[in-house]
């Protein structure tokens, strides 16, 4: 029997009556998790997708444009650019810089998401927002640091 996990992409959530202003992303290798809130801050839904171009496309395809939260890491970058193809403002945060979600006693995914959902509205400068690279811009880089270890490796030998 297989299990219907393997095979979910992402949990499409329910139209609903009031629109989301912002929406936190704790994103993850496998699975991202969100933390929508209402116009009035108050958390409309909790859940996950998973962390693929698929499913980001999924979820977010219809939504009405809200700002997006989410932290720095692996998968920011090309998530980033999806969403603000799809029509999404999008603050990719340094939470490093941020010790509320960082240093926080109560960390969970979720718990992160709703923290990034309810800073982003306030003050987006609070999330310390990075400037991401484009995505031929991380190619060019990382074929950099590709040549600069095969140049040290070479020389090592």
């Not at 297989?2 to 329910?14: F, Y």
Request: with cysteine; aromatic share 4%; net charge positive.
């Amino acid at each position: 029997m297989k299990k219907t996990a393997q095979h979910l992409i992402a949990v499409v959530p329910g139209r609903r009556s009031r629109v989301e202003k912002t929406i936190g992303i704790d994103v993850g290798d496998v699975w991202s998790h969100y933390c929508p809130l209402n116009e009035d801050g108050e958390v409309v839904d909790l859940g996950n997708f998973r962390t693929s171009p698929k499913a980001v496309e999924k979820w977010f395809t219809g939504l009405p444009p809200a700002r997006v939260a989410m932290e720095a890491g692996t998968h920011s970058i090309w998530i980033s650019e999806q969403l603000q193809e799809l029509g999404h403002e999008v603050i990719v945060a340094n939470v490093r810089e941020l010790r509320a979600i960082s240093n926080s006693d109560r960390k969970s995914d979720q718990v992160d998401a709703e923290k990034l959902a309810r800073y982003a509205p306030l003050d987006p400068q609070i999330l310390r927002p990075i400037a991401r690279r484009t995505v031929e811009q991380q190619e060019a880089l990382t074929l950099i640091r590709a040549r600069d270890l095969l140049v040290r490796l070479r020389t090592a030998q």
